[in-house]
């Protein structure tokens, strides 16, 4: 049987190479991918947030997998209104109990955790909870933005403004 350091060896380059290959060039006719810097290294139960930035956009923050993280502009300081639909929608980022979240280069501002409703631990960036967007497919991928109030996680944790015509009831 494997030691941990093995294990830890195997995951280690696991994680090199996925993200060699989600970091390379699109196929022709794409439009070019935005520039990534990737998330640190994290430990057992940890979650890395790394970020990307596009022309239009900016600088924003992603989780481990390269996409695009979100917050709500319902949302208060380590508070979470998006549950049910909402969070099906829009899946909270979470670390198992005991983890943290780690901060990739690029990655400015305080990251933490609060505890949702239903007892699962979600990560802030400056006390926002951080959001995926189900119509994401791939890595920089940013199709929630402006959409029912969510608006990507800039770096350094920018409060989302709602606008007048938001009512999506989330």
Do not use: E
């Not at 030691?3 to 380059?13: C, D, E, S």
């Not at 810097?37 to 900016?58: F, H, K, M, R, Y």
């Amino acid at each position: 049987m494997p030691g941990r350091r093995t294990i830890a060896a195997l995951v280690l380059t696991a994680s090199f190479v996925v993200t060699a290959c989600s970091a390379s060039g699109g196929s022709p006719g794409t439009s070019p991918a935005p520039t990534r810097q990737g998330p640190a290294s994290a430990g057992a139960g940890a979650v890395a947030i790394g970020t990307a930035s596009s022309a239009s956009l900016g600088t924003f923050l992603t989780g481990a997998n390269g996409m695009a993280l979100y917050t709500h502009a319902g949302d208060g300081p380590n508070t979470s209104t998006c549950t049910g639909a909402c969070a099906t929608a829009w899946p909270p980022l979470t670390v198992a109990a005991g983890g943290q979240p780690t901060a990739g280069a690029g990655v400015i501002g305080r990251l933490g955790t609060l505890t949702r409703a239903d007892g699962t631990m979600q990560v802030t960036s400056d006390g926002l909870p951080l959001y995926y967007w189900q119509g994401d497919a791939k890595p920089g991928d940013t199709t929630g933005d402006g959409v029912n109030g969510f608006s990507v996680a800039k770096v350094g944790g920018t409060a989302p403004v709602p606008s007048a015509s938001d009512n999506s009831g989330y």
